[in-house]
């Protein structure tokens, strides 16, 4: 074995040799300490600076806000559309669009109750398809509705841009985008493409859903997209016969974590029967129940996120 240009034998029969050779090789691996680190770690920051794409705004977008999660079954797709919802639901003066980059799970389709290909403009553009006054893109447009998407990750880059480019979104005041769970390829392509005003992050109260929360926030400050708050959701299931609440994922969890973050709590919605169905059915609880404790909830939501954008102009 040989570690630039250093013979490291590593003679079974003898303790002793095998941990100099391990300390040897961390010696190697180990990154200087003090003015060295902050010198290295410039030098490193400017080089990437040097090969990150241009951010160029999307054409008569004037606010991107992403809703993330650091895991998946969060309700994180469920947030985003009446999130959007919620968004014209409090300023019936604002234009909302809504795009679906989680290109192997798309859910927009189904909870926005949509169908169909998108046509095409006479500059070859994909017209979003619309429900409830929400103009929306999503893979699950341009493929049969049970096809697996086996893409490898730079044919879903090439995808991710063209659901963005190449779709005539008209003029929109904001666009939600329902990112994919996680902390990858997508997540970066996208801050690192567009100026996007601002993140939220969605989580359960639940200690596992909160470590990737947590990953998720600490991705977007690393891009430097603000963080516009936590929305905790599934906080608390009442009971509909006994009114009952029981905490079943944990209490106040995402609040703790906001703490620690130093980011603003957006809201709370429950757990409640109404959601779950409303949207198996594509008829979200904003449009459909918008006199119910659930979608005011959303709508909450939705003018903290519009305080937050004001306090975090780009």
Known sequence: MELQGVPLPLPRENPNNIRHQQSTVRRYFTTTSGAGERALQERQRQHMARGLPKQKPIAGV???????????????????????????????????????????????????????????????LMRPLVNFGIPCMSMGFLVEEVAPIVWRGLMVMSAIEKLIR???????????????????????????????????????????????????????????????GLVQNMSVFQCPKCSHQTHIFGSDGAKELAQTLGVEMLGDIPLHLNIRETSDKGQPVVVSSPDSPEAEAYRRVAAAVVRRLAEHPR
């Open 166 to 228: 190449q779709v005539d979104w008209g003029n929109l005041d904001y666009l939600v985008i329902d990112m994919p769970p996680g902390t990858g390829d997508v997540q970066l392509s996208i801050t690192q493409n567009i100026p996007v005003a601002g993140a939220v992050i969605v989580s359960t109260p639940q200690d596992i859903a909160l470590l990737d929360a947590r990953r998720g926030a600490e991705m977007f400050r690393k891009v430097n997209v603000p963080v516009l």
């Open 62 to 124: 004037k606010e991107v806000i992403v809703v993330a999660s650091g895991k998946g079954g969060v309700g994180k797709s469920t947030t985003a559309v009446n999130l959007a919802l919620g968004l014209m639901a409090n300023d019936q003066s604002k234009s909302v669009g809504l795009l679906d980059a989680d290109v192997y799970g798309p859910s927009i389709p189904k909870l926005m109750n949509l169908k169909g290909n998108p046509e095409l403009t006479d500059k070859n």
